[in-house]
């Protein structure tokens, strides 16, 4: 690859860990020199408990800048993930999006900074661990997502009662007229309605 030209070589796939190799001899050589990153990249697998990012790809909009410890990297890592949502199991897919700024140094502090060769860094380690971090741990479909089966296992309190009494104020179908006269032994409720069509008690 030609320096300067490629910087998203990614690496080969398989067993190796992916690289997401950018020169960086040229941008050292002065302080304040900046080299945008942009585009797609490969990295190694990104899969946690219920999600994952297919095709394990994300997309960066990156800035590196020399500074004299080294070179900071900075911008925003894109992931597209797809998961399983903890009340129904179906399929969610989401987009989160990450702001980086991580400092690569030739002596990295554990756990702080990131290691950068002379000539090349090596940015896929860094960019793997920010893109994991953005995987959902319990995705929801949304957030009235009612469950696999509402009907026996409400994810919420059912609303108060409304479905139950609705047409208690309705109008009345005058076609139901004709059933004024009946009178079910274990409905007191349509008893007490029918008030007056006839007298429950009769019968
Ligand atoms: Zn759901």
Redesign the pocket.
């Given at each position: 690859m030609t320096p300067g030209d490629g910087p998203l070589s990614a690496g080969s796939s398989g067993r190796r860990p992916r690289r997401v190799r950018v020169e960086v001899a040229s941008l050292r050589r002065r302080t304040g020199e900046r080299r945008a990153l942009v585009g797609p990249v490969e990295l190694d697998e990104m899969v946690v408990t219920a999600a994952h990012v297919p095709g394990d790809r994300v997309d960066v909009e990156l800035e590196l800048v020399s500074v004299p410890e080294g070179v900071v990297v900075e911008g925003t890592l894109v992931v597209d993930w797809s998961g399983e949502?903890r009340?129904?199991?179906?399929e969610?897919r989401g987009r989160s999006e990450v702001a980086v700024r991580e400092i690569f140094e030739v002596d990295p502090t554990e756990g702080e900074t990131w290691p950068l060769g002379d000539e090349f860094v090596d940015l896929a380690p860094m960019l793997h661990d920010l893109a994991l971090g953005a995987l959902p741990l319990a995705p929801?479909?949304?957030e009235t997502?009612a469950?696999p089966d509402p009907e026996r296992f409400p994810a919420r309190p059912a609303p108060d009662g409304e479905a139950i009494d609705t047409d208690a104020d309705a109008p009345r179908d005058p076609r139901w007229a004709a059933l004024d006269g009946l009178v079910f032994a274990d409905d007191p409720g349509s008893a007490a309605r029918d008030e007056g069509a006839t007298d429950p008690g009769g019968r």
């Open positions: 949502c009340r129904c199991l179906g969610v929801l479909c949304s997502c469950g």
